[in-house]
């Protein structure tokens, strides 16, 4: 006899979520409620030694889980969902760009319960040179094509500093362009 189309959607959707090829959990009050194994895997953790655990050491810095926290909180209250593209710590300290998709349950208090999907890029787009909290936070907006006034106001920081920052990243990276600059920052140059 077969069984029951529930358990059969049950079984599919935690199969579909423990095999899934990316890192996926969902938290609550950005806690870790549950995670699959590629999660765990992605940031060298035992899957069991996440449960519970806050996102915050997943991230390079407290500032930085702190900045994503404030961008994703209005982006998930407006839209019920929020994306992008930023710099993860692994368990041994290692850093790597990370693609973050995620959709809450409530837009009223996105952070109440929120599902989350986690994508290593590190092979497309290598972190290849150590660049500061306010670096990282700046090439997270420069390859999304914000302007410095753009990216001032989203740090509530002057565009001057944004331009200086800019100017040091293109030292860093030894980019003579913007241009360059992203697409080093991307990976693709």
Not at 60 to 85: C, I, N, R, V, W
Not at 123 to 138: A, D, K
């Amino acid at each position: 006899m077969p069984a029951p189309p529930f358990a059969t959607l049950t079984e599919a959707l935690e199969l579909a979520f423990n095999l899934a090829p990316v890192g996926m959990c969902v938290t609550r009050e950005r806690s870790i409620e549950i995670c699959n194994d590629a999660f765990a895997h992605m940031f060298g953790h035992e899957l069991a030694d996440l449960l519970g655990q806050p996102l915050a050491p997943l991230y390079p810095s407290f500032d930085e889980f702190t900045h994503t926290g404030h961008l994703g909180l209005q982006a998930m209250k407006d839209s019920g969902g929020y994306a992008d593209e930023r710099i993860m710590r692994r368990r041994d300290g290692s850093l790597f760009w990370c693609h973050v998709v995620g959709r809450t349950l409530d837009r009223a208090d996105p952070f109440a319960r929120a599902v989350w999907m986690f994508e290593d890029i590190s092979h497309r787009r290598p972190v290849s040179t150590p660049l500061t909290l306010r670096e990282r936070e700046i090439a997270q907006h420069i390859v999304t094509g914000a302007t410095s006034k753009q990216i001032g106001r989203y740090l509530n920081i002057s565009h001057r500093t944004v331009d200086a920052h800019r100017a040091r990243l293109m030292r860093k990276l030894g980019a003579s362009s913007t241009g360059e600059l992203v697409a080093l920052l991307l990976g693709s140059a």
